[in-house]
């Protein structure tokens, strides 16, 4: 009876952490739209599916998809040929929301009563929001269009912030600071007029392109290996911690060990847990640019050249691409598991 | 009466295993891994060097691996046969070197990487198969699946390698 209890506690448990974890609902779909789950499983997304932080959506040609918070009313709508991820990462100790646009076009609207407003992304820069209407545009090479529609936005990108109000947008390349803002009249971007351009522009100078994703990795990568010293540190504490914990629950002190757990043990264990989701971050921000950015270019450059190794333009790129892969392998990959691929 | 009655049941009980020995006879069969024939891979050969991949709906959807890059967007998948087409892209006639299942390194040929080795071991079935083609250029991979409007699947391609 004692062993049935305790099975249905911890399942209990487990249905609630998978509550917890589950961010949004999908509200509407049109056309052909996969989400890829935290299992790295790809399947077809129903309306009414609940979507968990992880988890992607990817909508085909001519598909649609919106998405609702499950904390307020806000909304998210994925466009035609875009992947949007919900993240997660700790800013100043507290777990924050990221909504990805990875590639493609995604308008969200936030409720203004919503608690703890998330974070904005796409592969090259991040934005605060605020009572916001926005609109976000990530191209082929890493370009994103971030244009506000009502609200404010606070945008980083290159180790830089701009602050955007109602009516103004700002383009980031990879890597790089935000571009000067421009003013923003409220309509939707012909994305695939501005991807095109994009695209003009990558096969004029593909080596640039791969050396502007080469930059942003790097401080992607950068950021990461900052918190390994500090989990470290995290450990070590953990550890000493915890050999006083087990020694106090040796002598029986029960009430000296439940204060060691409450004031050190259990605190401990969380800043672990919080500096491991920010280095996971970091890696999966790194996957998606790798995987729909870099993986899109070699895509369309080895396919306009595909009996041609000797074109300048692909050897070019291809130096810049193995370097960039070798450094992926290296320093990425470890914080990867088999579901992300 | 009663041993006709008896008779009657094991000649029914006869009838029924009978039955269910083809039944699971058939289910095997049904659930044999694909293998394309060689006139089936030559078939499909014909169809890349007319760029009819795209007009042959859901003969080569995402994931999709293109050398060691994995496509998830079908979007770029389309791209990718797209822009073959449009360069003129033609695999010649070449010598079918070998057609054979998936093997546990067979990922390895198109790419000592993380991505290639989970696309092969996640995006991939048993009835994939791993088609060697050696031409003018080079030396081709295809990874192909059981038939779409009478064409091997394709779920990969690599090449030319020299």
Redesign the interface.
């Known amino acids: 009876m004692r062993a049935k209890l305790f099975c249905l506690a911890v399942l209990l448990g487990v249905a609630a952490l998978a509550a917890a974890q589950q961010k949004a609902e999908t509200v509407f779909t049109d056309g052909d739209v996969n989400r890829k789950d935290t299992a790295g499983k790809i399947r077809s997304l129903e309306i009414g599916d609940k979507l968990a932080t992880g988890e992607s959506v990817i909508t085909k040609a001519g598909a649609s998809a919106e998405l609702k918070l499950l904390a307020g009313s806000s909304s998210i709508k994925i466009r035609q040929n875009s992947v949007f991820t919900l993240g997660e990462m700790s800013v100043g100790g507290t777990k924050q929301t990221v909504l990805q646009t990875v590639v493609g076009s995604v308008a969200m609207k936030f409720d203004k009563m919503a608690s703890a407003e998330p974070l904005l992304a796409t592969t090259s820069c991040v934005a605060g929001v605020r009572g916001t209407e926005v609109e976000l545009y990530a191209g082929m090479d890493g370009s994103s269009i971030v244009a506000v529609v009502s609200g404010a936005v606070q945008l980083q990108s290159g180790g830089q912030s701009v602050d955007l109000a109602a009516d103004e947008a700002v383009q980031v390349k990879p890597g790089m600071a935000p571009g000067p803002k421009f003013s923003w009249i409220g309509k939707q971007l012909d994305f695939s007029k501005w991807d095109q351009g994009n695209l003009d522009d990558y096969l004029a100078d593909p080596v640039a392109a791969a050396l502007k994703i080469e930059e942003q990795l790097a401080a992607y990568r950068a950021s990461m290996n900052e918190l390994f010293p500090q989990l470290d540190e995290q450990k070590e504490a953990y550890n000493t911690a915890f050999a006083q914990l087990k020694a106090l629950v040796e002598a029986k002190e029960d009430a000296k060990a439940q204060e060691l757990r409450e004031s050190t043990v259990f605190p401990l264990m969380q800043a672990q847990a919080l500096l491991i989701l920010n280095i996971r971050y970091y890696a999966l921000s790194s996957l998606s640019l790798r995987r729909f950015v870099l993986g899109g270019m070699y895509m369309q450059l080895k396919t306009r050249h595909p009996l041609d190794p000797s074109n300048s333009a692909l050897t070019g790129f291809l130096d810049v691409y193995a370097r960039i892969l070798k450094d992926f392998e290296d320093g990425i990959v470890p914080q990867l598991v088999d579901a992300d691929i | 009466m009663r041993k006709r009655s008896i008779r009657a049941r094991f000649l029914a009980t006869g009838v029924l295993a009978a039955g269910i020995a083809a039944l699971s006879l058939m289910g095997s069969c049904s659930t044999l891994p694909y293998t394309p024939s060689e006139k089936k891979v030559q078939k499909l050969v014909g169809l890349i060097n007319r760029g009819g991949v795209l007009a042959v709906k859901g003969l080569s959807s995402a994931?999709f691996i293109?050398?060691?890059?994995?496509?998830?967007?079908?979007?770029?998948v389309?791209?990718?046969?797209s822009?073959?087409e449009?360069?003129g892209?033609s695999l010649g006639t070449p010598a079918i070197a070998s057609i054979a299942r998936i093997g546990a390194d067979s990922y390895a040929l198109f790419g000592d990487?993380?991505?290639a080795r989970?696309?092969f071991?996640?995006y991939l079935d048993k009835n994939s198969v791993l088609v060697t083609l050696d031409a003018a250029?080079g030396r081709y991979y295809l990874i192909l699946n059981r038939e779409v409007s009478g064409y091997p699947r394709i779920q990969g391609f690599r090449g030319?390698v020299?």
């Open positions: 994931p293109l050398d060691g890059e994995i496509l998830l967007r079908q979007v770029d389309d791209t990718a046969w822009n073959l449009a360069s892209f990487s993380m991505d989970v696309f071991k996640k250029e030319p020299e």
